[in-house]
């Protein structure tokens, strides 16, 4: 059997009552400074260091819906076209291969861009 060991605070080698979630410091009863989150943090520059990070991560999330989005309107774009064409070549130019290539390209843009929008709602960040 293993035997546990407590953990001591980096300071005042009292028993630690968790880690920073920032710089992974233990920390005691009077080391520990709310970070105005549910995490503990050892510092007012490891509060704010991990306030930017948390900060840079919904700016990604944000930048992600808006490129879903961007990508879901290129496709219904692009299938519309095909889509188009594909009638368009069926009247003016009656190669089966060409309607049928131009068809399901244009299928494949407009589920494309379905799979993109819902993607696009899926990832919209909750505050």
């Known amino acids: 059997m293993t035997q546990f060991q407590s953990m001591k605070c980096a300071e005042h080698q009292a028993e630690a009552i968790g880690i920073c979630a920032y710089c992974g410091r233990a920390l005691c009863a009077g080391c520990a400074k709310p970070a105005g989150t549910p995490r503990l943090v050892c510092s007012d520059g490891c509060a704010a260091a991990l306030l930017r990070n948390d900060q840079a991560i919904q700016l990604l999330l944000q930048k992600?819906?808006?490129?879903?989005?961007?990508?879901?309107?290129?496709?219904?774009?692009?299938?519309?076209?095909?889509?188009?064409?594909?009638?368009?070549?069926?009247?003016?130019?009656?190669?089966p291969f060409l309607v049928y290539f131009a068809a399901a390209s244009g299928v494949v843009f407009v589920l494309s861009g379905i799979w993109y929008g819902r993607t696009a709602k899926k990832q919209l960040p909750r505050n």
């Open 64 to 95: 992600s819906v808006q490129n879903a989005r961007a990508s879901a309107f290129y496709c219904y774009l692009c299938g519309g076209l095909s889509l188009g064409a594909a009638v368009a070549a069926h009247f003016v130019l009656p190669l």
